[in-house]
């Protein structure tokens, strides 16, 4: 897909292993924020989560969802300047149709011109070696009804409130892998982990319906973070007994504690 486009007169192509892998200060992102081109996030990722990853960056953009430039009419949290660059989330599969995908973007090329185009280029590839793969989740805040169910239900420290007292994801490293109990508790969908299988959790899915909240799967998935974080890596089945009936009611403990 890089080579296809970077074949494209007027591209400019980083290469970059996921803009979901990277730390928070990574220098990509503070380059994002200076642009004044158009660009375009081609990733595996739902557009909707790649929008609200680099909105929790502080990229302030025009964002266009899909091939098509589809318009983000559904932010309410943010008000829009009138004067920043497009930024286009672009979802490809795995197999993509590259001629597709090159056709599209040369008529948005031809559409946006290139009178901005200063000359200078991104960074050279990221060496995706060194970056880690991380798990967390990404808040999308025009569903988000600041209800604090996942600041409540989390027990790893995740989550923390801003100054308007809005939700944001304070410690994303702290989430553990493969769990994403906290999506499940939120009444409207806007806990989502892009590499999810689920559609509506990953944010594959936009529709607003296809979210159903499930406490049962999240405490049963919580738990299970929790076992995890407690077994003794060389414990026998016997030593493991006693921090399990521990654990039950510690858990028990904090669902019944009304915050």
């Known amino acids: 897909?890089?080579?296809?486009?970077?074949?494209?007169?007027g591209v400019d192509v980083c290469r970059i292993p996921s803009l979901y892998d990277l730390?928070?200060?990574?220098?990509?992102?503070?380059q994002l924020a200076r642009e004044t081109r158009p660009v375009g996030i081609v990733s595996h990722l739902?557009?909707?989560?790649?929008?609200?990853?680099?909105?929790?960056?502080?990229?302030?953009?025009?964002?266009r969802l899909g091939l098509d430039g589809i318009p983000l009419t559904n932010d309410r949290s943010?008000?829009?300047?009138?004067?920043?660059?497009?930024?286009?989330?672009?979802?490809?599969?795995?197999?993509?149709?590259?001629?597709?995908l090159?056709?599209?973007?040369?008529?948005?090329?031809?559409?946006?011109?290139?009178?901005?185009?200063?000359?200078?280029?991104?960074?050279?590839?990221?060496?995706?070696?060194?970056?880690?793969?991380?798990?967390?989740?990404?808040?999308?805040?025009?569903r988000c009804t600041d209800c604090y169910e996942c600041l409540n239900f989390c027990l790893f420290g995740v989550y923390d409130l801003d100054e308007n007292s809005r939700i944001f994801v304070a410690m994303p490293d702290e989430c553990r892998p493969g769990c994403p109990a906290c999506s499940r508790v939120c009444p409207t969908g806007a806990i989502l982990f892009p590499r999810h299988q689920d559609p509506a959790?990953?944010?594959?899915?936009?529709?607003?319906?296809?979210?159903?909240p499930d406490p049962n799967t999240a405490a049963a998935e919580r738990t299970?973070?929790?076992?995890?974080?407690?077994?003794?890596s060389d414990a026998s089945s016997e030593e493991w007994i006693t921090p399990l009936s521990d654990l039950d009611r510690w858990v028990k403990e904090i669902d019944d504690f009304d915050v």
């Open 1 to 9: 897909v890089a080579q296809g486009l970077a074949a494209i007169e």
């Open 23 to 30: 730390p928070e200060t990574h220098p990509l992102f503070a």
């Open 46 to 63: 739902a557009p909707r989560a790649v929008y609200w990853l680099l909105r929790a960056r502080g990229i302030e953009a025009e964002y």
């Open 78 to 100: 943010r008000e829009s300047s009138g004067n920043t660059p497009e930024i286009r989330c672009i979802t490809v599969p795995l197999q993509p149709d590259l001629e597709r």
């Open 102 to 142: 090159t056709t599209a973007v040369q008529r948005w090329i031809a559409a946006v011109g290139t009178e901005n185009d200063d000359g200078s280029s991104f960074d050279a590839a990221i060496d995706a070696d060194g970056v880690p793969e991380r798990w967390y989740p990404v808040v999308d805040l025009a």
């Open 201 to 212: 959790i990953s944010g594959h899915d936009a529709n607003e319906h296809a979210h159903r």
């Open 224 to 232: 299970a973070a929790l076992e995890e974080d407690a077994a003794p």
